[in-house]
C-alpha cells in the first residue's frame, strides 16, 4: 500500500550477523508494528510502538531488538541471526487503539539465515 | 493462553462454488478483523465488524460477527479465480491485543 514501504526485500544472512529491516511510513500514524509470518503460524507480533521512542514487546520478541527515533521511521534488528528466524518480516501501521479500520502492511522482508 | 483459530485450513472450490471460513476465539472479542492475502503478497485490510449480531457485505463477500463475539465468518458467493489466498481473521481482546487467526487458503479451480 502507498505509505509504507520496507526494505530491504529479500536478504539473505549468515548466521550470527546482526541484520536490521527498516520499515518508512509517510502517514504520520502513531502506532507501527513488526510481525513475523511462518507457516501454520500466521503473523505473530514481534514488537510494536505507539510513539517515538515508546516501544514494547510482543508475543515472539527474543532476539529482536526495535528503535523508533522518528515517526515515520521504524527499524527491526535481529542481534545475531538464527536459522529459525528465518521468515517473512511485515510492517504494519494503524491509527491506533479504538480508531476505526484496520492495519496497513508493507510489501515484507523475506529474510533467509543460512 | 488467548487463542484464535480458523477453519478450515485449505478450501480447494471450483469456480463459481461458494465458500466460508470460520473464525473462532477462546475469549469475548471486542472487534474482528479481515485480512485477505494474496499468493507473494501481504495481508490486505478488508472489513471491521464490532456488533454483536452484525452482518456486512461487500459484493459478493458476507461478513458475519457472532451474537457471543467469540466467534464469525467469511462467506464468499460464486467464487473467482481472483478470490484465490488466504483469509485471516484478527481478534481485539478486552486489554486491546489483536490476534491473528492462522488463515484460511482458498484454491479456486477454474
Known amino acids: 500500500d502507498a505509505g509504507i514501504t520496507q526494505s530491504p526485500r529479500h536478504k539473505v544472512t549468515e548466521t550470527g550477523t546482526p541484520v536490521t529491516l527498516r520499515c518508512h511510513q509517510t502517514e504520520n500514524h502513531r502506532y507501527m508494528y513488526w510481525y513475523r509470518q511462518d507457516p501454520g503460524h500466521g503473523l505473530r507480533l514481534i514488537h510494536y510502538s505507539y510513539g517515538v521512542k515508546d516501544t514494547d514487546k510482543g508475543e515472539v520478541s527474543d532476539g529482536y531488538s526495535v528503535s523508533r527515533s522518528k515517526t515515520e521511521d521504524f527499524l527491526l534488528t535481529l542481534e545475531s541471526a538464527t536459522s529459525s528466524q528465518t521468515s517473512v518480516y511485515f510492517c504494519?501501521?494503524?491509527?491506533?487503539?479504538?480508531?476505526?479500520?484496520?492495519?496497513?502492511f508493507g510489501s515484507g522482508t523475506r529474510l533467509t539465515v543460512v | 493462553g488467548q487463542q484464535v483459530m480458523q477453519i478450515p485450513q485449505y478450501q480447494h472450490v471450483q469456480e463459481g462454488e461458494d465458500f466460508t471460513t470460520y473464525c473462532n476465539s477462546s475469549?469475548?472479542?471486542?472487534?474482528i478483523q479481515w485480512y485477505k492475502q494474496r499468493p507473494g503478497g501481504h495481508p490486505v485490510f478488508l472489513i471491521q465488524l464490532v456488533k454483536s449480531g452484525e452482518v456486512k457485505k461487500q459484493k459478493r463477500l458476507t461478513f458475519q460477527f457472532g451474537e457471543a463475539k467469540k466467534n464469525s465468518s467469511l462467506h464468499i458467493t460464486a467464487t473467482q479465480t481472483t478470490d484465490v489466498g488466504t483469509y485471516f481473521c484478527a481478534g481485539k481482546t478486552s486489554y486491546d491485543k489483536v490476534i491473528f487467526g492462522p488463515g484460511t487458503s482458498l484454491s479456486v479451480i477454474p
Open positions: 504494519a501501521i494503524t491509527l491506533g487503539p479504538g480508531r476505526e479500520g484496520g492495519y496497513t
Open positions: 475469549t469475548t472479542l471486542s472487534n
